[in-house]
């Protein structure tokens, strides 16, 4: 799961939230510099992490995608499964995905003072070129994927996953439709333990 799922899988909580959408830039003890309700949230995001990659759809899925991507199979896998819920949105949520997107970009700028250096960074792009409501779409799925080529340390081939998308698409959306809503339940469970 990206962007998109984690903040979603947050419920209402806006400081889950947060903790939840910053997490990967989180190491360690650093995780006791934020308040417990965002610490909530960086463990949320743990737990949906471990959930997604040892879930069996999701391994198989990654299997089928493993000859294009190799080691990065995980990291293209979570920017489909965001692509099908952004795609799918209304059947989730009762606000359009567009709001939803500017109410957690307004929520992520009130916010700036807490986010780790590398998130104040990323924000501006994200917002400038919509990353969560361009999920939805493969042009957008393009530029995610152009960006995430030019930074990975090793030859990932991710200028290419639009594409291995496509010609894959029922086989992805049939992983998104078993496991997304066994992970809803998973999260909730996780928020109310």
Not at 60 to 82: L, R
Not at 85 to 95: E, I, P, T
Not at 101 to 107: H, K
Not at 126 to 141: K, T
Request: proline share 4%; glycine share 4%; net charge negative.
């Amino acid at each position: 799961m990206n962007f998109l799922a984690h903040v979603y899988l947050s419920g209402t909580n806006q400081n889950s939230m947060i903790g939840n959408f910053i997490a990967d830039s989180i190491k360690g003890k650093e995780i006791l510099e934020y308040s417990p309700e965002i610490q909530e949230g960086i463990h949320l995001h743990r737990f949906i992490d471990h959930y997604t990659d040892t879930h069996p759809v999701i391994s198989e899925g990654k299997k089928i995608i493993s000859p294009y991507f190799g080691k990065y199979n995980a990291v293209v896998m979570d920017i489909y499964m965001d692509h099908f819920l952004a795609k799918d949105w209304q059947k989730y949520s009762n606000v359009p995905l567009t709001a939803y997107a500017l109410s957690i970009y307004s929520l992520l700028q009130k916010n700036n003072n807490v986010l780790p250096e590398r998130v104040q960074e990323l924000l501006p792009y994200m917002i400038r070129q919509d990353w969560l409501s361009n999920y939805a779409n493969f042009h957008g799925m393009e530029q995610v994927f152009r960006g995430m080529s030019r930074r990975a340390s090793f030859v990932s081939h991710m200028e290419d996953a639009t594409k291995v998308l496509q010609l894959h698409y029922a086989e992805m959306q049939k992983c998104f439709d078993l496991f997304f809503p066994e992970l809803v339940i998973a999260a909730q469970n996780f928020n109310e333990s």
